[in-house]
């Protein structure tokens, strides 16, 4: 398998396990405060990543610093969108919303990457929007704030990936990973402040713990989206309905019914059978002859 499809997988475990530590905040802390803890404690790994030849100023020193912008908006508000989510729905929820990320990705990516996109993905991505359906069931739930929150994660998402896989050559990983998590500090700390409650001795773990995965899925994520294509990245994020599950039931008593497993299995399956298409037009021989030597760059 791809090295890079290989660093997307390992990128979203990583956030589910974030994902799961926020929600289990989420009855004793305020959203922003959630968000400003793990983004802070996120920057440890993405600072011990820094490599001897690259410079702290490159954080805040860009070479495309309006694209490098954009990431950290993206960034910051699918952070706030995210942790919103998790704290107000069943984590499969959330993600069986979150998941509409791919589709977004094949719109983005054609349309702007000139990417090309088959029949057999765009099925494959309609039978996943069919298994959000069943997860969601809209008009039979509720709909409410965390399925908005969980729809504009997705989107902002798509736009992180387009832009990741447009700097990906000229900008640093430092830089990437950096100021993102910056931008969600600065921004998360400014709006935690009027509802600001004191972090108790046994939330400071999860806090730990969910900022350090957050920094693992941050930096996995960017050099993912150095050596393989767009459109073959967004599908692995499909791997997160196994861990929705998984830590929904262990961690917070959240068993699917049925429909909404089996809604789940498409989702999974629609998604990882996407897997090995897209490509880009005109680009391919460099993409596989050039795609270790952009990692080592990363």
């Known amino acids: 398998m791809h090295t890079g499809i290989l660093l997307a997988f390992l990128a979203y475990f990583a956030y589910s396990c974030s994902d799961a530590a926020a929600k289990a905040l989420g009855s004793t802390m305020p959203v922003f405060e959630i968000g400003f803890f793990i983004s802070l404690f996120a920057l440890v790994p993405a600072l011990l990543s820094k490599r001897q030849e690259d410079s702290w100023r490159s954080i805040v020193r860009p070479k495309r610093p309006w694209l490098v912008f954009a990431r950290m908006a993206t960034g910051t508000i699918g952070g706030i969108t995210a942790t919103y989510a998790f704290v107000s729905l069943p984590l499969a929820e959330a993600y069986a919303l979150i998941f509409l990320l791919p589709v977004f990705v094949a ?9 090309v996109v088959g029949l057999g993905r765009w099925a494959s991505l309609l039978g996943g929007l069919a298994g959000v359906l069943l997860v969601v069931r809209p008009g039979f739930n509720a709909l409410s704030l965390g399925h908005l929150a969980a729809l504009t994660c997705a989107f902002v998402g798509a736009l992180t990936v387009i832009i990741l896989r ?12 950096g100021a993102v998590l910056l931008a969600a500090v600065c921004v ?14 046994a939330d400071l773990p999860i806090l730990v713990f969910g900022g350090l ?5 941050h930096i996995s994520i960017v050099m993912a989206a150095r050596v393989t294509q767009a459109s073959r990245i967004a599908p692995t994020q499909y791997s997160q309905i196994v861990w929705a599950a998984v830590l929904g039931a262990l961690f917070f008593g959240e068993v699917p ?3 909404a497993v089996a ?18 037009a005109g680009a391919d021989a460099p993409a596989r002859t050039g795609w270790r030597a952009r990692l080592l760059r990363a």
């Open 257 to 259: 019914d049925p429909i």
């Open 263 to 280: 809604g789940m299995a498409l989702v999974g399956f629609c998604g990882l059978s996407t897997l090995g298409g897209g490509r880009t």
């Open 107 to 115: 719109v983005l990516s054609a349309l702007f990457l000139k990417e």
């Open 188 to 201: 998360n700390g400014v709006l935690m402040i009027p509802g600001f409650v004191k972090p108790t001795v």
């Open 166 to 177: 447009t700097l990906g050559p000229t900008e640093k990983r430092l830089t990437l990973v």
């Open 213 to 217: 995965c957050a920094g693992i899925g």
